[in-house]
């Protein structure tokens, strides 16, 4: 549901970008005040809502276990997929966060003449890492925008990413992140859009940010291969934003206020948004916490006494059959 | 209500079919034979539940308090924030839908509201509504909407169609976990009166007696006085069971399901013939009679509750350290809660193996073994002599029990006792065993009769995974350490795959064992001819 909503208003917002610089002339307010207020809006709201999660506390550690456990018998534990020490969980995260393990994992279930039949699936797995790991590359690349000199580690990246040295249609470089984010987003868009069950559990949250990003990849694209927009003026722009000094260059075109504007929006929208999962897969307890729940105790700041049945009153209720029976009894 | 045959029941599932209406436009229907009769009033009301009276789900009045829409809300603000796992589960879900078909109930129904991430966007809807700007503002558009009745009533449907197994929790890539969801949306209807007959009848069981199944001392003292009997029939040997023994080294503790039924009641026997055979100096304890807690299945409240007993009678009697039998989620709620809940336990000792002195330094601060643990240290040790072909008509399995594995984490131990003591066992196919163990279908307090069609659906996974070994090669038998296994998973092979039966770990570890003193054994504990005794 609402897939044609969501891209009506990435398209709104498209219009709105283009009518705003090419007609308008407001080009101080989509290239200054734009950016600076969704760039505060991301700051304040990501923090806001990382400590609002950090208020709520971890009353039980309750990690989900993928291996075997760390016991005193001779069984050899699986440190990571079920560690029993902070050094354990750490890398449990890390293979978390950077490999994706558990997506890793994926299977999928298929019905064949009344059988189950489970196999290993990792399509899923491979899309994400390959939108995840280009956004991040791209994101980086683009912090050349913002450093009077571009740092050799940024510099580094580029020629990475351009290493196959291929001109299109004359343009410079081409980068393989390009190719890869639309082949990754359009692999995204297009299993909600054609397996049912996605389908069924979409949001328009769910196709929003990917019709936002893919409009700001284009964007992109087409400002570097196709209508090339003056970088010097660009970066002039970008550099200004940077020292808190703006200036507006003249003549940059709405192509460039379009990708920007889109950017804007996607920091204005990351906090109040799914997206926050980047935040809060380090947060997760069932993946940040160590499985040594009989060695060392875990307290729970609001743990309340609660009312039990004592011994006395069962003793009390049950005396007389115990004593008949030859049960022990405390009471005589 | 009588089920259709298995081919016809499962033939109705399509998982790649989802209903013309987007699923906020549909109610739920509540169809018989896939939810639980409503809770007893008087059940409610000997543990305090608010709004106790008597109700039927089906009936359009749910005789709730006015104001339940504030208790709802309010009781989700309050969980927000003290549930870390609850508040973020609710922001981060991205909807990537690799959840959807890990989960048996959604493989055996079809039901996309079972997908778990439905599940569980049946209440973030709400969430966002209430609690997120984004909800307030934008509404359906949003992914949110209002809390009316019938919301509720959906929610209460589908909370109780999942067995808190946590096996998507595992595919989750941010561990967003259904367990603790469910126990979330079931603790919200707790608020309200709103549990079922089948969980909240243990529950008051539990807390009057001890155990779920009501079992009062002397009859408990009978009735292992019973299984006594029959273990002198098949061994010779005549066992005296220590019953609330103050001074003995150990407190046992079993699911009392196992003193009830079989096969749970052969497990109860394996264990008195191993504690024989061993000399244990330990203590039975008929008012910490249960190891299991239903009441984890309404709150976390009560499932404290009920647990306050074991660690209080462990005083009472004296003893060193508790061992704890073969259960599923009471392992969990042994492992993962109890230290936080009852510690420190510091009139209790560090566990040591008195037979092997083996130290189980990682129960050190909770002084909690587990029997698999505690019999794979005595059979490494080579405490215990055995005959395996006793055991050679069983071709044997073994089901992981959800809590057992993604709560903790125990996989060898128990594989490692069953080759020790038979001489054929298989695994069933990597996706459906440990981490990724598929549940019984009857967890969490969803194994009342009048839900057979679902746990005959929920099943079905696990079912369709024997099947396979049995036709491959064999398999007759499917080993398990967990009492709710040892009720769900008879009727559930008697349905899809009637040449399997089930059995615990302890009953095929007292099979094999060969006792001091014993006559020569003739029959098993299930008092069937042993391989080569058919003629005696």
Redesign the interface.
């Known amino acids: 549901m609402g897939i044609v909503r969501a891209l009506l208003v990435v398209l709104g917002l498209i219009f709105l970008a283009y009518v705003g610089t090419g007609i308008l002339g407001l080009e101080s307010i989509f290239g200054v005040v734009f950016p600076y207020t969704a760039f505060v809006i991301f700051v304040v709201g990501f923090i806001y809502k990382v400590i609002k999660w950090g208020r709520s506390p971890v009353p039980y550690r309750i990690p989900t276990t993928a291996g075997q456990h760390y016991s005193s018998l001779w069984f050899k534990q699986n440190k990571i997929d079920n560690p029993s020490t902070g050094w354990g969980v750490a890398l449990r995260m890390f293979f978390e966060v950077f490999t994706f393990r558990s997506l890793f994992r994926n299977t999928k279930a298929e019905f064949l003449k009344g059988r189950l039949y489970i196999g290993s699936s990792k399509w899923l797995w491979f899309g994400a890492i390959a939108f995840h790991y280009s956004f991040l590359i791209i994101f980086l690349r683009h912090m050349r925008f913002f450093t009077p000199e571009t740092p050799w580690l940024i510099s580094g990246i580029e020629s990475i990413d351009s290493f196959l040295q291929i001109h299109i249609l004359g343009s410079p470089l081409f980068y393989i992140t390009n190719l890869v984010i639309v082949g990754a987003l359009l692999y995204l868009l297009g299993r909600r859009v054609f397996d049912a069950k996605l389908r069924y559990i979409s949001l328009p949250s769910d196709y929003f940010p990917l019709f936002l990003i893919l409009g700001i990849v284009i964007t992109g694209i087409l400002m570097r291969y196709f209508f090339k927009v003056d970088v010097t003026k660009v970066k002039e722009l970008t550099l200004s934003l940077t020292f808190l000094k703006p200036t507006v260059p003249e003549g940059i075109g709405s192509l460039f206020y379009i990708h920007f504007f889109l950017i804007s929006v996607l920091f204005a929208y990351f906090p109040f948004s799914k997206l926050m999962h980047m935040a809060g897969v380090f947060l997760s307890p069932t993946r940040n916490l160590a499985n040594n729940n009989r060695m060392k105790r875990h307290v729970n700041p609001w743990e309340y006494p609660v009312k039990h049945r004592h011994y006395e009153e069962y003793e009390d209720e049950f005396r007389d059959k115990m004593k008949k029976a030859g049960i022990p009894v405390e009471k005589e | 209500m009588r089920l259709p045959r298995p081919?016809e029941l499962?033939?109705t599932?399509?998982?790649?079919?989802?209903?013309p209406k987007?699923?906020m436009d549909l109610k739920a229907e509540f169809k018989p034979g896939f939810y639980c009769y409503g809770a007893k009033g008087k059940n409610l009301a000997y543990v305090?539940f608010p709004n106790a009276r008597d109700w039927s789900p089906t009936e359009e009045d749910w005789k709730l308090p006015e104001d339940w829409k504030r208790i709802v809300i309010e009781g989700i603000r309050q969980r927000?924030?003290?549930?870390?796992?609850?508040?973020?589960f609710m922001?981060?879900?991205?909807?990537?839908?690799?959840c959807?078909?890990?989960c048996h109930f959604f493989?055996g129904t079809g039901d996309?509201k079972n997908?778990p991430?439905?599940r569980a966007?049946l209440l973030r809807s709400v969430y966002r509504r209430y609690f997120?700007?984004?909800g307030k503002i934008f509404g359906r558009?949003?992914?949110a909407r209002d809390l009316e009745l019938d919301v509720l009533k959906e929610l209460w449907y589908y909370f109780y169609q999942c067995t808190e197994c946590?096996r998507c929790?595992?595919?989750?890539?941010?561990?967003?976990?259904t367990a603790?969801i469910t126990i979330m949306g079931r603790e919200l209807m707790n608020l309200l009166g709103l549990n079922t007959d089948w969980i909240s009848g243990p529950v008051a069981n539990c807390?009057?007696?001890?155990n779920h199944l009501g079992i009062?001392?002397?009859t408990m003292?009978?009735t292992l006085e019973f299984l006594c009997d029959d273990i002198e029939t098949i061994t010779g040997i005549r066992i005296d069971p220590p019953?609330?023994?103050?001074g003995a080294e150990i407190l046992w503790v079993e699911p009392s399901g196992d003193l009830f039924a079989v096969p749970g009641v052969y497990v109860a026997m394996g264990t008195l013939m191993l504690f024989h055979e061993i000399g244990l100096d330990y203590t039975w304890s008929?008012?910490a009679s249960e190891g299991g807690n239903f009441g984890y299945f309404t709150s976390?409240?009560m499932a404290?509750?009920?647990h306050?007993?074991i660690y209080?009678?462990a005083k009472?009697l004296k003893v060193k350290w508790i061992l704890g039998g073969e259960c599923g989620h009471m392992w969990r709620v042994w492992?993962?809660?109890h230290?936080?809940?009852f510690?420190?336990i510091d009139f209790l000792e560090e566990p040591v193996s008195p037979i092997t002195g083996?130290?189980?330094?990682?129960?050190?601060?909770?002084k909690?073994v587990h029997i698999s643990?505690f019999t794979?240290?005595l059979i490494?040790h080579g405490v215990l002599k055995f005959d395996k072909s006793r055991n050679d008509n069983f071709i044997v399995t073994f089901h992981d029990s959800c809590n057992v594995?993604?709560?903790?984490?125990?996989?060898?131990?128990p594989r490692?006792i069953i080759k020790s003591v038979c001489n054929h066992f298989y695994e069933m196919?990597d996706?459906?065993i440990?981490?990724?163990t598929f549940c019984c279908g009857g967890g969490s307090g969803l194994n009342a009769g009048e839900i057979m069609e679902l746990r005959m659906r929920g099943g079905?996974?696990r079912a369709?995974a024997v099947?396979y070994v049995h036709e491959k090669f064999g398999v007759n038998m499917l080993a398990c350490i967990c009492a709710i296994d040892r009720a769900q998973l008879p009727p559930l092979m008697e349905y899809w795959v009637p040449q399997v039966r089930v059995c615990g770990v302890t009953e095929l570890v007292a099979n094999a064992l060969i006792m001091k003193g014993e006559k020569e054994r003739t029959m098993n504990l299930r008092m069937e001819p042993l391989p080569g005794k058919e003629g005696q």
């Open positions: 081919e499962i033939s599932v399509n998982l790649k079919k989802t209903p987007w699923w305090d927000i924030e003290r549930f870390r796992t609850f508040h973020i922001d981060i879900c991205v909807r990537c839908g690799a959807a078909d890990k493989l996309p997908m991430v439905l966007e997120t700007s984004g558009f949003g992914g946590r929790s595992l595919f989750c890539p941010y561990g967003i976990d603790e807390y009057r007696t001890g009062e001392p002397h003292k009978s019953i609330n023994k103050k008929t008012y976390l409240e404290k509750r009920l306050s007993k209080e009678e009472r492992h993962q809660y230290d936080t809940w510690g420190p083996t130290k189980f330094e990682h129960a050190k601060s909770t909690i643990e794979a240290d490494r594995s993604r709560g903790m984490g125990m996989f060898e131990e490692y196919p996706e459906t440990r981490e990724q079905f996974p369709n099947r």
